[in-house]
């Protein structure tokens, strides 16, 4: 992984699988990478699954994810939506 949404493989893959199955969308698993757009790239995504994504996120890691840290940039990349989680759990 490159850039700024570097993160450890294995809070990727931990994201990646609460993604997937939050959006239900296992068909696919095989061809989502760091770089792959969330926000406007699948219809499954949408305000009530953003909701439900947060939910599962806070729940699997452990952590706290105040409103105000909802950005829309969070959710533009499944990499940059994992190194705001590793953010989170350090």
Known sequence: MTGSTEVS?????DVKSVVV???AIEDQAADLG???GL?????ELDSLAVV??????QKRFGIH???REILGDVFL???GLAAFVESKVR
């Open 9 to 13: 493989q294995g809070i990727f893959e």
């Open 21 to 23: 199955a939050t959006l």
């Open 34 to 36: 760091p770089e792959t």
């Open 39 to 43: 926000y406007g790239n699948f219809a």
């Open 52 to 57: 439900r994504l947060i939910v599962a996120l």
């Open 65 to 67: 994810i105040e409103v």
């Open 77 to 79: 990349t499944l990499g």
